[in-house]
């Protein structure tokens, strides 16, 4: 059965849609500000992660930092609190905006969107907050003013080793001059809040940086340009508008993307079918790179990726992180169990599902409620339509590599070899420094050689070299290590396999 929308429907819905992404929401909560982030304190809260190079490049001394809100109205107050792990830390007093670690939280608790609020601090306020490397905290405005006491409700961190972190609770000033004529607005379910956090850090070299979830550059001075977010019970809305598809408590794109993907699709079984081998997000989604790859992160309970796929098989990819957690996979809406993404930084790791009727499904991962960290995503891919077999020795991150993609070796001769159908096939690598020259056969015809190493590009590339033209039905693929390389630059002669992708 296909969907039948009017033309009116859609206008009507166009016509509500704001022109900007929808808010993030802040649950209410009263945690005490000592520094030591809690996980009861901060159960049930959003986490953003600052990942992104903000004005300029990113810190190399801040491995990772994450931040989230709350607010009471019992107390008037927005609480945030940013971790950070931070491998060179200069913890002292502030002596000025590059000179010592810290972390920029601004605030609109109006939703003004002023601009030149630069050292102005009227309607949105930045408050500094840092370490003064002795057990005690400091706070100043923006631009190093010192703040009268009782303007801020409560502030402080906390230091373990790399591990820093920051609690502050905030008056939601709606005008203000330290010191001198102010406005506090009541908070309330479904006020709109200008809020962001930029963590500042500089190194043992003097190295100045600064990370952030976004690179809305002068948010300091435009407070348009700071995340909305709206003040919720629990996390939830408390009443869904129309036409928000999502659920985020906001009709936006989001949520016209969503009814387009639906637009004269069959939806009685499956809704929201993506595009078969694409994946398709929902709920807060980060990105970044496994090496070079790009990777898809999210810690927000409920977000999910899923797509749509023909066959009896299908394999999700992804990497561990010490901050990583679980995940739930659903084959055509039944649960396949909880998987987990914690281990060491940036080591593959694949969950193979098989045994499956030979028609169309839908997979999807969804991170784990109540979410416990990050799942992070690479990519949906077949696994092995055929047997595989390896000759010699390979590496895999120290662990078996049957149970692995991305797999190498350096050992001439040494060979992978798998059979597969379709009428053409994909060999995917990644290119190192010392990478060689394969030498591929399709059903024991002869080999061509293809040079793995890509001069210029930064290590870990994504490589792929296609076989077009086959003949309908099963086939043989052989990638053999030469044990050399083409003499332009190669430090070693190594191969590696990802994985190879059949196609008609």
Sequence with gaps: ?????????????????SLAYG?????????????????????GVVWQTADKAYNGSAPTDILYAKWAATWSPATNLIYVAVVTFDSERILNSWTGADQQDYVAICVDAGDSNA???????????????????????????????????GEIAAYAVSVSGASVSYEVAVKPYTSYVPGGSQTIKTLAIDNLVGLDVVVCSRNSAGVFAMLANDQNVDKFDNAG?????KLSLNGECVELEAGDLDQDCHVNFADFAILAE?????????????????????????????????????????????????????????????????????????????????GYNNEQISYDFDGLTDTDHVIQLKVATPANGNVLFLAFLPTNPGTWEITGSWGSSGENPYTKIFIWTNGAGNTWSSTFTGTEV???????????????????????????????????SKFEWTKTGLSAGSHSIVIRCTGTNSGTGST???????????SN
């Design 1 to 17: 059965m296909k969907l039948k929308i009017s033309y009116l429907a859609v206008l009507l819905f166009i016509s509500s849609i």
């Design 23 to 43: 808010p993030h929401l802040i649950p209410q909560g009263q945690p005490v500000v000592d520094g030591v982030v809690g996980s009861a304190e901060w159960d």
């Design 115 to 149: 601009i030149g609020q630069l050292g102005v601090n009227d309607k949105m306020q930045q408050w500094n907050i840092g370490a003064n490397g002795s057990g005690g905290a400091w706070v100043v405005l923006g631009n190093g003013t010192a703040i009268p006491a």
């Design 225 to 229: 340009k700071l995340i909305d977010h």
């Design 262 to 342: 639906s637009w004269l699709v069959d939806t009685t079984t499956i809704p929201n079918t993506p595009t078969i081998g694409t994946p398709v997000f929902t709920g807060q989604w980060g990105g970044g790179w496994f090496f070079k790859w790009p990777r898809s992160y999210s810690g927000v309970a409920g977000s999910s990726v899923s797509t749509t796929f023909k066959g009896t098989s299908i394999r999700i990819w992804g990497n561990t992180y010490s901050n990583g957690g679980d995940g739930e996979i659903f084959i055509d809406g039944i649960s396949q169990g909880v998987r987990s993404f914690l």
């Design 426 to 460: 994909t060999f995917v690598a990644s290119s190192w420094p010392d990478s060689g020259i394969a030498g591929i056969s399709i059903d024991g015809g002869a080999e061509e050689m293809v040079d793995l190493y890509q001069p210029g590009t930064p290590n870990g």
């Design 492 to 502: 070693g002669n190594a191969i590696s396999v990802v994985e190879i992708i059949p």
